[in-house]
Structures are given as C-alpha cells and as structure tokens.
C-alpha cells in the first residue's frame, strides 16, 4: 500500500497564479483533511471531509477551495495565489473522524 | 473550543537518559489525544493515542503517554532516549463533544538527544 500519497512535492508560483494540490489514499479511509504547516505554529487546518460527499472549513479556509472526488481523492485548489499561502501543505485520512490520521508527505510550495 | 499547549520548544536530552515532552490541553468536553513525530522533509507520523480507559498508554518505538485529567496534561515518555528519537513531536486534542472533528494541533517540541 502507498498510504496517502500527494502531488506535486514541489511548486512555485507566481502571486496571482492558481493551482490544484492533489491527494489520494488507498487505505479506504472515510475521512480526509488539508494542513498548512509554518514555522512555529504547528499544523493548521485548512478543510476536511468527515465522509464522502461532505467536506467543511478548517481553521484557515480563506483562499482555498476542496474538492472530494471520491472516496480515494481529496484536492485542495488555489484560485489566485498570494505570498501568505507560501507553506508546506500535508494531506491526511482516517478510517473515522475518531481514528488516528495518516499523513502524505507533503507539498512545499512558494509564492512569489 | 479546544486548544494544546507545548510549552517547550526544544527538549536537549543525553542518550540513554529519559526523556519526557510536555502537553496540555483544554477541551469543554472529554479529549481525544494524539501524539505524532515528524522527521526532517516527512510527513507527520503516528505515535500512540488516549481515547479512554488506562491512563498509560504506550506507542510505537518505545513512547508512552500518561494521560492527567486534573493537570489536563498528556506528556510524552520514553525511559532511555536513542539518537534516532531527536525530531520534531506534535500534541494534538479533540472533544468529543464537538462535532466539527477537529483536530488542534500544538506548536511542536523538537527533541535532540545528543550521543
């Protein structure tokens, strides 16, 4: 098994730019979530979704737009990037909202 | 609303030696608790969890967490640290009795054990 994996592992963009993050997992989780990951301040979350066909806001949602594809994918969108979105991006799933979550290995992206 | 405090930002321990990373937590309902690791360009990996029942609980790689609930705390033990442990650890909390399943993370404690 992959885990959860993520794509791209790198990106720049440009202000203004926009772009999709993508995760999939191949665990059968029912719960997915998007992190943002800054120095001295731990993960934050951006969005989740409890279940498939739901998704929510997280703590910082301003910018970002999610997608739940399907049962397997999770993308997070960045309509027109700004300096301040420039972080390391983690997606993770569960088998529950209860359960442990598993972690990708990341997205380190840079707006310029 | 929940929220998790590490009050250290960096633990220096000697190889060998015990070892024990600081949380607390606040949560209106019973708390859901987590501790993960993260290594250098990684993801954040599972340790061990209290969800209820033995207020020990032990984890992957030796760790052991020791849930208070009159201290609100969750610290993370280990009784003789390995070089290999030194990396970035994170508490997380959720209620129970919040139904947006969040989870809150803290702002991380890097651990170095030097040899």
């Known amino acids: 098994n992959a885990g959860v994996t993520q794509t791209p592992k790198f990106q720049v963009l440009k202000t203004g730019q926009s772009m999709t993050l993508q995760c999939a997992q191949d665990m059968n989780h029912n719960s997915m979530y998007w992190y943002r990951q800054d120095p001295g301040m731990g993960l934050r979350l951006i969005y989740y979704?409890?279940?498939?066909?739901?998704?929510d806001k997280g703590e910082v949602p301003n910018g970002y737009n999610v997608s739940r594809l399907n049962k397997r994918e999770f993308s997070l969108r960045l309509e027109s990037a700004a300096p301040s979105q420039t972080s390391v991006y983690f997606c993770a799933s569960a088998l529950s909202p209860y359960n442990e979550q598993f972690f990708g290995p990341g997205t380190r992206l840079t707006v310029l | 609303a929940q929220s998790v405090a590490q009050p250290e930002d960096q633990v220096n321990v000697a190889e060998g030696n015990p070892l024990t990373v600081k949380c607390t937590y606040s949560?209106?309902?019973?708390?859901?608790l987590f501790w993960y690791v993260q290594y250098p360009n990684r993801g954040l990996q599972f340790l061990l969890k209290y969800i209820t029942g033995d207020n020990l609980v032990k984890g992957s790689y030796g760790f052991e967490a020791e849930f208070n609930k009159s201290q609100t705390s969750f610290h993370l033990k280990k009784p003789s640290a390995l070089v290999s442990d030194s990396a970035l650890y994170f508490c997380a909390v959720r209620d129970n009795g919040d139904s947006s399943y969040k989870l809150i993370f803290g702002s991380g404690t890097r651990l170095l054990v030097r040899p």
């Open positions: 979704s409890a279940s498939e066909g739901t998704t």
């Open positions: 949560v209106s309902g019973n708390p859901y």
